[in-house]
């Protein structure tokens, strides 16, 4: 079956961190690019990372320096660290990839408090 599952989403408090991880079945997983986006409540979905075949990662500005994207080829995952969070983290986060950046996981919830 062809699918992103992620996973490692909860609750933080603001200047905590959480790892996001993404597991990718049914693909050839370590050909495509990967990425991260999000979206908040009343907002639409945007991007947050993205990391390349041969592993070069790009961000957006709003998590530079404090998200970093990785990925396992071996274990066909995806990950999202993310540290000193804010509460305009909150959101669910989404990975993407595949043939044609077409797949989409179902999402994970993160929610920053005070």
Same mark, same amino acid.
Request: with cysteine.
């Given at each position: 079956? /062809?699918?992103?599952?992620? !996973?490692? $989403?909860?609750? &933080?408090? &603001?200047?905590?961190?959480?790892?996001?991880?993404?597991? *990718? +079945? $049914?693909?050839?997983?370590?050909?495509?690019?990967?990425?991260?986006?999000?979206? *908040?409540? $009343? =907002?639409?979905?945007?991007?947050? *990372?993205?990391?390349?075949?041969?592993? #070069? *990662?790009?961000?957006?500005? !709003? &998590? =530079?320096?404090?998200? #970093?994207?990785?990925?396992?080829?071996? =274990?066909? #995952?995806?990950?999202?660290?993310?540290? +000193?969070? =804010?509460?305009?983290? %909150?959101? &669910?986060?989404?990975?993407?990839?595949?043939?044609?950046?077409?797949?989409? $996981?179902q999402g994970t919830q993160? %929610? /920053? !408090? +005070?």
């Amino acid at each position: 079956q /062809v699918q992103l599952a992620e !996973s490692g $989403g909860g609750l &933080v408090q &603001v200047g905590g961190s959480l790892r996001l991880s993404c597991a *990718a +079945s $049914g693909i050839n997983f370590s050909i495509y690019a990967m990425g991260w986006y999000r979206q *908040a409540p $009343g =907002k639409e979905r945007e991007y947050v *990372a993205l990391i390349s075949r041969p592993g #070069t *990662a790009s961000y957006a500005d !709003s &998590v =530079k320096g404090r998200f #970093t994207i990785s990925r396992d080829n071996a =274990k066909d #995952t995806l990950y999202l660290q993310m540290d +000193s969070l =804010k509460l305009e983290d %909150t959101a &669910v986060y989404y990975c993407r990839g595949g043939p044609g950046f077409g797949l989409w $996981g179902q999402g994970t919830q993160v %929610t /920053v !408090s +005070s």
